[in-house]
């Protein structure tokens, strides 16, 4: 697919080309040059939302729901496209990236509903009997920064809501996968106004650009805590909201009394789901010392059963990392882990394929580092109270997990780890609840993400009301 940057209405070629190439992760194949937008149409776009954010703010909340509605149903017959052209680029097996496909259309249809529901005003009665309203207001023209790992479903997240709180919204992809969001604009572009949603392409140049305008006034990150400080730092020169999602080295504590089993195909799941690249994998595996044996057996019985192979199988249940670069980068932190790397499963020879890993006696400093791939390092423990200040022992603090028959005792070490949310019990990509927050703690990032948070996020809110008070 040719990299292509929507822009006020229309669609032009990238025509900037890039440090580094596109791969094909399964073979390893060149694709091509990754590109990205020119400098005019970088300033055209900025012009253009700029020019959209008063007639785009007026639309009333229902008729903005009904444009996102119709983005939604123009999606379903393009979803399952977006689906595979994902798989290809990332090279998440197919098997999982059609699940997340319903996050493309729900992501839209769960903000119209919330514009139907009435999200963005209320109003509150004050003593003397006289209303108050408050509206969520939009920022202004909003910037969605989209990972590689996930970018069409993150794109539709980040967008809907951006559209939703009435900001005119620009889109732009990692250029490790740009192809997927694309897919996604190009089959939305007709249902929305010029300059409302617009697409652009490229790098850390084309990013630091959009982010350091003024006309941009609220920014969305998925990405590493390098580039999440950049944006911050331009957010915080242009008192600028900013939503950092910076990732994570998530814990999985395995209590005592656990079902070794069922901790060992949660440990896997949580290794290997998107072949281990993404924000809430695991990254700490902690366990009782005279449990470790039998779980990692457990754990190297399934990994031996994985079947690793081309993403487009349905059949494959673990693929290649993105590009090669990547898997050098994965495989470079693996050896400053230090320890014993055990490895399991039979991965083809070629493309950018990497056998996950539990290491055994890492060093403890960079066992506190996020890897972004699929690696984990292992700690034993003696009692819970060692296994919490092991699952502490991070500057992250995104997600953990904990496994126990004895659910309240599992629970009571929950709420002692220092994470945005902490499963029992769980390790699906899922949250907890569909309208509970995914919040992140230290360098995993700024703010909170969820259906309700993110919509609120792109707005500030206005208090009007009649006081009538007396002077003093």
């Known amino acids: 697919m040719m990299a292509r940057s929507l822009v006020d209405g229309g669609w032009k070629p990238a025509t900037r080309t890039l440090p580094g190439t596109l791969e094909d992760p399964a073979t390893g194949a060149v694709l091509g040059p990754r590109l990205g937008s020119s400098r005019e149409d970088v300033e055209t776009a900025l012009a253009a939302a700029d020019r959209a954010a008063g007639p785009w703010a007026a639309v009333p909340p229902a008729e903005r ?3 996102l509605d119709a983005c939604a149903d123009a999606l379903e017959a393009a979803v ?30 769960l903000a119209a509903a919330q514009l139907r529901e009435g999200w963005l005003t209320r109003t509150v009665t004050r ?14 023209p909003a910037l969605c920064l989209v990972p590689w ?3 069409a479903p993150m794109a539709a997240h980040k967008a809907a809501n951006a559209l939703a709180a009435g900001c005119p919204t620009i889109l732009k992809p990692s250029e490790f996968a740009p192809a997927g969001t694309q897919l996604l604009v190009e089959t939305v572009a007709d249902v929305l106004p010029p300059g409302v949603l617009q697409l652009l392409h490229g ?3 084309v990013g630091g650009a959009l982010v350091g305008d003024p006309r941009v006034r609220a920014v969305s990150f998925t990405g590493g805590v390098p580039g999440g400080r950049a944006v911050a730092g331009l957010c915080a020169a242009g008192l600028k909201p900013a939503q950092l999602e910076l990732g994570g ?22 290794l290997t789901t998107l072949n281990g690249q993404w924000c809430r994998a695991l990254g700490r595996l902690i366990a009782p010392h005279d449990l470790l044996p039998s779980l990692l057996a457990a754990i190297g019985e399934r990994l031996a059963a994985l079947r690793a192979g081309d993403p487009a199988d349905p059949a494959t249940e673990f693929g290649p990392l993105i590009h090669s670069g990547h898997r050098a980068l994965v495989a470079a932190r693996l050896l400053d882990l230090g320890g014993k790397a055990h490895t399991f499963t039979d991965v083809p020879a070629g493309g950018n ?7 055994t006696g890492a060093a403890e400093e960079p066992a506190r580092h996020e890897i972004f791939g699929p690696v984990a390092t292992v700690h034993g423990y003696g009692t819970v109270d060692e296994a919490v200040a092991l699952a502490n022992d991070t500057a992250y603090g995104l997600e953990g997990y904990v496994f126990g028959t004895d659910e309240e005792a599992a629970l009571a070490a929950a709420r002692r780890i220092r994470a945005g949310e902490v499963k029992v019990n769980g390790s699906s990509v899922m949250s ?13 990032g700024l703010g909170e993400e969820g259906t309700a948070e993110t919509l609120r996020f792109f707005t500030n809110p206005r208090v009007t009301g009649v006081e009538n008070g007396f002077a003093l």
Request: hydrophobic share 50%; aromatic share 8%.
């Open 65 to 67: 729901a009904d444009l």
């Open 80 to 109: 399952a496209r977006i689906v595979a052209v994902e798989s290809a680029s990332t090279g998440v097996p197919i098997r999982q990236a059609t699940p997340l496909g319903f996050i493309v259309t729900g992501s839209f249809r």
């Open 127 to 140: 003593d003397d009997g006289r209303p108050v309203t408050v509206e969520l207001l939009p920022w202004g």
């Open 149 to 151: 790992n996930a970018p």
């Open 203 to 205: 790098g850390a140049e």
């Open 249 to 270: 080295n998530n814990p999985l504590l395995v209590m005592p009394d656990a079902d070794v089993d069922a901790a060992a195909r949660a440990a896997v799941d949580l």
């Open 353 to 359: 394929f990497f056998a996950p890993a539990l290491v």
């Open 432 to 444: 907890l609840h569909l309208f509970t927050p995914r919040p992140a703690w230290g360098v995993s």
